[in-house]
T-cell receptor, first 111, second 115 residues
Framework: GQNIDQPTEMTATEGAIVQINCTYQ??????LFWYQQHAGEAPTFLSY????GLEEKGRFSSFLSRSKGYSYLLLKELQMKDSASYLC????????????FGTGTKLQVIP | DAGVIQSPRHEVTEMGQEVTLRCKPI?????LFWYRQTMMRGLELLIY????????DSGMPEDRFSAKMPNASFSTLKIQPSEPRDSAVYFC?????????????FGPGTRLTVT
């Protein structure tokens, strides 16, 4: 089975940097996703890591360490519109397209 | 492209009634997923299809739930009979053929309330 842990809530200030951590335990690993979900809306794709290291995409970056079962999402120059839930999701090697989602981290950006 | 389309967007029904949720995936996508999201349990995979064939239904909670995909452009999730604990947001998602980057595209969801 799989176990994915993320902090439940975080608060950060507009313009600042925030790091959202995700740890996972899985019997077989084949990639890790980050999705963003605004309240009342559907999740939307942010990033995908399958190899160790940092993937940068504009203000958002995602890091993966497979040996540690650890990932983080880094959001820079925070904006009010970044207030949302951030879902970590793991794809295991035996499940084709099957992905298991964490319960998400609700980020509140304050002025 | 219109994205994944779900209907209805909201459904309120009484316990014991049958509920049918509908989904139209993005054209050309080979995979279709049904998820349920609640505050307590987060986003849970119920079932997924590949080329209209169910691949994994281990997340379907019990026999009251069933899903079909009669063709590449339509899927249904049926709950019969419905119970108050089925109240949740149900998302449909689709994904293109796996080329090492299996992003899922979610529909807007159906908010189901069973009273």
């Amino acid at each position: 089975g799989q176990n994915i842990d993320q902090p439940t809530e975080m608060t950060a200030t507009e313009g600042a940097i925030v790091q959202i951590n995700c740890t996972y335990q899985t019997s077989g690993f084949n990639g890790l996703f980050w999705y963003q979900q605004h309240a009342g809306e559907a999740p939307t794709f942010l990033s995908y890591n399958v190899l160790d290291g940092l993937e940068e995409k504009g203000r958002f970056s995602s890091f993966l360490s497979r040996s540690k079962g650890y990932s983080y999402l880094l959001l820079k120059e925070l904006q009010m519109k970044d207030s949302a839930s951030y879902l970590c999701a793991v794809r295991n090697s035996g499940g084709y397209q099957k992905v298991t989602f964490g319960t998400g981290t609700k980020l509140q950006v304050i002025p | 492209d219109a994205g994944v389309i779900q209907s209805p967007r909201h459904e309120v029904t009484e316990m014991g009634q049958e509920v049918t949720l509908r989904c139209k995936p993005i054209s050309g996508h080979d995979y279709l997923f049904w998820y349920r999201q609640t505050m307590m349990r987060g986003l849970e995979l119920l079932i997924y299809f590949n080329n209209n064939v169910p691949i994994d239904d281990s997340g379907m909670p019990e026999d009251r739930f069933s899903a079909k995909m009669p063709n590449a452009s339509f899927s249904t999730l049926k709950i019969q009979p419905s119970e108050p604990r089925d109240s949740a947001v149900y998302f449909c998602a689709s994904s293109p053929r796996d080329r090492g980057f299996p992003v899922q595209y979610f529909g807007p969801g159906t908010r189901l309330t069973v009273t």
